[in-house]
T-cell receptor, first 113, second 114 residues
């Protein structure tokens, strides 16, 4: 079975500062993908960043980057230069060939002006 | 990026009636679509995987006779909530998977059963 754990139900950060959201996971698969999704108040799920497990290099997308520690099964998301529009629920997700998309419980991020 | 639509965006129905929700991939073909349920302030829970031209695969605990899924074409999957009851009230989200195994999510459908 696969599990995804997000241990921070809520976080806040000052505008322009940096924040890191944590995620740990467990899987018996060798090939899998990890994702961070953003769900703003509109509830539209938006892909923030994606990481293939076989790639050692951490994925980055503009202000968003991950720290992928495969041995520790950790996949944290760093948001740099936080903006008010970053306020949302953030979900970590794991997907593999056998198990499709398991989501963590989410972290509610609030960016403060 | 790829676009997935859902219709309706919200629906209110009486207890005992059936409701159909459509999920469409607008600019790509999706052999696989997924249906999720999300309760307020909770995470997404996968209900079923919908494969074009074959029967859907339901997750444990999801009643297949209550949540009927049809994936008749490469761009359309439907979820029918049969004999709806108030406990079926929820936010239902679909997603479509492209050839790169990336999922694109629909905007969701809020179902309220009176």
């Amino acid at each position: 079975a696969q599990t995804v754990t997000q241990s921070q139900p809520e976080m806040s950060v000052q505008e322009a500062e940096t924040v890191t959201l944590s995620c740990t996971y467990d899987t018996s698969e060798n090939n899998y993908y990890l994702f961070w999704y953003k769900q703003p108040p509109s509830r539209q799920m938006i892909l923030v960043i994606r990481q293939e497990a076989y790639k050692q290099q951490n994925a980055t997308e503009n202000r968003f980057s991950v720290n992928f520690q495969k041995a520790a099964k950790s996949f944290s998301l760093k948001i740099s230069d936080s903006q008010l529009g970053d306020t949302a629920m953030y979900f970590c997700a794991l997907s593999s060939g056998t198990y499709k998309y398991i989501f963590g419980t989410g972290t509610r991020l609030k960016v403060l002006a | 990026g790829a676009v997935v639509s859902q219709h309706p965006s919200w629906v209110i129905c009486k207890s005992g009636t059936s409701v159909k929700i459509e999920c469409r991939s607008l600019d790509f073909q999706a052999t696989t679509m997924f249906w999720y349920r999300q309760f307020p302030k909770q995470s997404l829970m996968l209900m079923a995987t919908s494969n074009e031209g074959s029967k859907a695969t339901y997750e444990q605990g999801v009643e297949k006779d209550k949540f009927l899924i049809n994936h008749a074409s490469l761009t359309l999957s439907t979820l029918t909530v049969t004999s709806a009851h108030p406990e079926d009230s929820s936010f239902y989200i679909c997603s479509a998977e492209d050839r790169d195994n990336e999922q694109f999510f629909g905007p969701g459908t809020r179902l309220t059963v009176l």
